[in-house]
């Protein structure tokens, strides 16, 4: 039996725990923090990830319980539910949710991203009611709470042994450093709720140039909110580049995440955002440097991005 037909024979039980007969099930795609396939079932198309080793059942329980709570306004995906508890393959769990039809990863326009901004102020809305049965500081993934960015800041220290290396580092504690001089106990008073956690155009599915559905909730958690919008500047900022249709793109995202919101950003939130977005450049640097140095001397687009950002505050 090769480690393909053995996964897919460990996955059939898994299946049945969520009450659900499979016919067939294939391979689909790899990723960082999950592996992802399709099954034909009694009940229509279904995606199973057995997620990564860090992953609690808790997790997977309240991601079905968030995506009940906004999905009568938010495109999102909603994770089936265990007749009993989270299946385990390899001491790792596995989620179930149905199989949304899409184009792939194709090119959109402003438009697409508009309505995903509309769909995130919805989705804090809408959370609130479950916010205190959220999973807080997970030690895994891509939100950047202070807790996880000094871990991944110290363990790509653990790497760094050439002068190269060392000098990327001395910019990323000189970029921290400003960053947490402006804003200070600032941060103290940006509104809290439920987060993403990894809200970028990879997590977004798409039908027709227009965006259907929102995926990925590994990193669901009680979270500082202007986080999410934080980590989907990095995208606006360089599609701004573009100009046209794209010039006011960020300005249009914001204005739609308000709207989704139904509350305009506090002073706090508008003062931080750009810090944030810095903040979100650095974090992004370190979590690869932690796992490999090998190529961040040639790419460096993260931190660069994030050094123009503070050089642009600083200058104002």
Excluded at 7 to 18: H, K, V, W
Excluded at 210 to 237: N, T
Excluded at 293 to 316: F, G, K
């Amino acid at each position: 039996m090769t480690e393909a037909d053995r996964r897919i024979a460990q996955l059939e039980p898994c299946l049945a725990a969520y009450g659900v007969q499979s016919r067939s099930i294939s391979w689909l795609a790899r990723g960082t923090y999950a592996e992802v396939y399709k099954a034909e079932t009694d009940v229509g198309f279904l995606v199973l990830r057995i997620r990564a080793p860090e992953a609690q059942a808790e997790e997977v329980l309240f991601a079905g319980e968030w995506a009940k709570a906004v999905s009568s306004q938010a495109e999102v995906v909603s994770p089936l539910r265990p007749t009993g508890d989270v299946p385990m393959i390899d001491n790792r769990c596995v989620d179930v949710a149905p199989y949304i039809e899409n184009d792939g990863y194709n090119e959109v326009g402003p438009d697409a991203w508009v309505k995903i901004g509309s769909w995130l102020g919805t989705m804090h809305r809408l959370a609130r009611g479950v916010e205190d049965r959220a999973p807080v500081a997970l030690d895994y993934g891509n939100h950047p709470h202070e807790g996880l960015f000094d871990r991944y800041l110290e363990q790509s220290r653990i790497g760094c042994t050439s002068d190269a290396h060392l000098k990327l580092m001395r910019r990323v504690d000189s970029a921290v450093q400003s960053i947490s001089q402006a804003v200070g106990s600032r941060f103290e008073d940006l509104p809290v709720g439920v987060v993403h956690g990894d809200l970028h155009f990879w997590n977004v599915l798409y039908r027709a140039d227009q965006p259907a559905c929102i995926i990925d909730l590994d990193f669901l958690q009680r979270g500082v909110l202007l986080h999410d919008l934080a980590y989907a500047s990095h995208w606006l900022k360089e599609w701004t580049k573009r100009g046209g249709v794209w010039s006011d793109i960020t300005a249009r995202y914001l204005a739609a995440y308000e709207e989704g919101r139904e509350s305009a950003l506090t002073a706090t939130e508008q003062s931080c955002l750009p810090w944030l977005l810095a903040y979100s450049g650095v974090f992004f640097f370190v979590s690869k440097a932690r796992v490999s140095w090998n190529r961040l001397t040639q790419d460096q687009h993260d931190l660069e991005q994030a050094e123009d950002v503070i050089r642009e505050l600083e200058d104002r």
